[in-house]
């Protein structure tokens, strides 16, 4: 047993070392291509959490810095169901483009500003059940529907982000990324220009790496 667990000790370490050293050797000119999946919280509307899947592409500019790109989507609603007294009906769906450049603080992580483009659309209506009688003296529920609240904007961004990432074997590689990002829909959204839908999140990314 002891033998065994040292051997996935060993195992664990020497791929630790080996991504770290492959990390630190890539220098500019090299092309990352990815698929991410994610969660996200936005902490403007009352809107739940959602899964994000992105498009990513990163650009190693040196042995300190790179630049990376994502193409992402999410949506969000809550549907009203019977029963339950002032609930709220809403949708919400979010395209968004996001750039940003990171500076490395050690070999596998970094840290970096973004800023892009978001497409927010969102939708909400209160939903109000009540008991009443009908025609013939029945009890029977009321749904009540009240005031609506909507919006479709774009919207810029802005992003706080930090990334980590592992490489695997023959140009492949893990990312994960924490950001926060600030969007800024306008007036559509609240009674100032300058009210934000914020979101905090994260996404996993499977990257492939190819010389330019």
Do not use: H
């Amino acid at each position: 047993m002891s033998r065994s667990f040292f051997m996935v000790v060993m195992l664990i370490a020497g791929v630790t070392v080996n991504a770290q050293e492959m990390v630190k050797e890539r220098q500019g000119g090299i092309l990352g291509l990815g698929m991410g999946y994610g969660y996200d919280s936005v902490l403007g509307p009352d809107i739940k959490g959602q899964v994000v899947v992105s498009g990513m592409a990163d650009v190693t500019l040196g042995s300190a810095a790179m630049m990376n790109l994502r193409i992402g989507y999410s949506n969000a609603s809550e549907r009203f169901g019977n029963g339950q007294p002032d609930e709220r009906d809403y949708d919400w769906r979010n395209v968004f483009v996001l750039t940003a450049v990171f500076q490395r603080l050690s070999s596998v992580g970094a840290v970096g500003l973004g800023a892009g483009l978001d497409w927010m659309k969102y939708s909400r209506r209160t939903v109000i059940t009540r008991s009443s009688y009908d025609a013939q003296g029945n009890n029977a529920e009321v749904t009540l529907y009240g005031g609506e609240i909507g919006w479709n904007s774009m919207a810029p961004s802005f992003s706080v982000l930090a990334n980590s990432e592992f490489v695997l074997q023959q140009g492949a590689r893990v990312t994960i990324q924490f950001y926060y990002k600030f969007s800024f829909p306008g007036k559509v959204s609240g009674r100032s220009p300058y009210n934000s839908v914020n979101t905090m999140g994260v996404t996993f990314a499977f990257m492939r790496d190819m010389s330019l």
